[in-house]
C-alpha cells in the first residue's frame, strides 16, 4: 500500500474523522431538525452514516468483507445474535416482573409501540416504522464502531484494548440524549448527570459484548442482529404495574448488562466449537497485518 493516499496512511485519523461527520449528522438530526419527537425516529442521520461507512470502506480500499459483510457461517452467526439477545432479555424482563409481584404491584407484560427516549407512541403502523428505524440504526452503528474502529484500532493495539476504546465511544455516542433532555427543561443538571452515567455505563458494556461477539465470529452479521433485537424488544415489549409503566427499565437494563458479561464466557464456548474464522485487523500502510489477542 506504498501508493496509499495520507487518509489510507492513518486509518485510526480516518476512523474518527469518520466518527465526527456521523455525530455533525446525529446532532443535526435531533437538535436541528428534531426529527425524534416527530417521527420517533433519527431516522435522516441513521440513513447517511450507513452511506458514510460505506464511502469510508471503499475510500480505505477494504472489501466489505473486512467490516464483517460476508456470507460465511451466515445463518450461524445471527441465530448467536438472536439467541443470545432473547436469553439476555428473557432473564432481565423475568427479574424486572418478580420484583414488581413481590411488591404486590400487580405486573403484566404490555406489548406497544413506544420510543422511550421521546416517549412517542403509536400503533401497528408505528411499530413497523421502529423495526425499521431499527434496522437502519443497527446497520449504521455496528458498520461503524464495530465494522470499522474495531478492525482499524486492532492494527495498533491488542483485542482487548482496542475493544475497551471502541466501547467507550459507542457509550460516549449516547450521551446526546440526556444533553437534549437538559437543554430543554426536562431534567436537571443532577438528573442529566444521573442518567448520562447510567446510559454510559450501559452502553459501553453492549459496546464490549458486541465487540467480541463480532471478534470470535468475524461476522458483523452476529452483533446487526444482537443489536437490532434488543433495540425492538425494548421498544416493543413492556412491563406495566400498578405504579406506572417501565418503572423499574433501569433495573432491567442493569440486570442485561451483567447478564451480557456473564454470557462472554459461552460466547467464547460457541466460537471454539464452531471453529469460526476470527476477526482481522485492516492492513496498515506498511502492508502488515494480523490480529492480536
Known sequence: MSDAGPIR???VLAAFLLLVAAFVLRLNDIFVLRLDESLGEIILSKALGFVLVLAFVSLMRQPF???GFHRRDLGTTITIGVLLTLGIYLI???VEFGLHAVSGDNPAVVLAAIDPK???TGGLLFAGWLVFGNVVNALMEEGLFRGVFLPVL?????????NAVQALLFGLWHLVWPLKNFIHGEISLGGALAQGGLLLLG???YGLIWGYLFYVTGSLWAPIAAHFLANTIQNLVHIESSVGL???VSVRGTVASLVGLAALGLIWWLSKRRGFQRLQ???TADGSAGTRA
Open 65 to 67: 468483507a473486512a467490516i
Open 246 to 248: 417501565d418503572v423499574l
Open 118 to 120: 421521546q416517549e412517542v
Open 154 to 162: 486492532m492494527g495498533r493495539f491488542r483485542f482487548w484494548a482496542a
Open 92 to 94: 432481565s424482563y423475568a
Open 281 to 283: 485487523s485492516w492492513s
Open 9 to 11: 496512511r492513518r486509518p
Open 203 to 205: 452502553s459501553t458494556i
